[in-house]
């Protein structure tokens, strides 16, 4: 899956129970917190969070970011397609957030073996 992140955007604390994910960055910086550590990666980078670790990611350059997410086994892009909103191609601004969208998402993280953590939940540590 592409995935395109505003300066500051990226996802909240979170546990896969069946997926491991692969991240790949194309463009921009990330910086990704697993427990006890935090991984900065750039475009060349790659990142791995193995299934059943909490993580999440956050884009901290100043432009939209850019990565590849490969996940295993396959087929998390149903809960994408579940999960998300259409924008119209070529949009990197992102669908303000309301009470549905947060409540489609839980549900749909609930048919998906997701776990989402508390937000302020502290993973990272150390740069690696």
């Known amino acids: 899956i592409e995935v395109l992140s505003q300066p500051g ?3 909240p604390p979170h546990v896969h129970r069946r997926e491991a994910e692969i991240f790949t ?3 921009g910086r990330y910086a990704f917190d697993l427990p ?3 991984i900065i990666a750039e475009a060349g980078s790659t990142v791995f969070a193995p ?3 909490p993580h999440c990611y956050r884009n901290i350059g100043d432009s939209v970011g850019r990565m590849l997410v490969g996940m295993t086994p396959g087929a ?3 809960f994408f397609m579940e999960a998300g909103d259409e924008v119209p191609k070529g949009t990197t601004t992102p669908l303000p957030v309301t ?3 947060i409540a489609k998402l839980g549900r749909t993280c609930t048919t998906f073996s997701i776990e989402m ?3 302020d ?3 990272g540590g150390p740069v690696a």
């Open 99 to 101: 009470q549905e969208r």
């Open 9 to 11: 955007g990226g996802t």
């Open 121 to 123: 939940q502290k993973l």
């Open 25 to 27: 960055i194309l463009e």
């Open 51 to 53: 299934a059943n670790v």
């Open 36 to 38: 006890g550590k935090t």
């Open 76 to 78: 998390l892009d149903a």
């Open 117 to 119: 953590l508390a937000p």
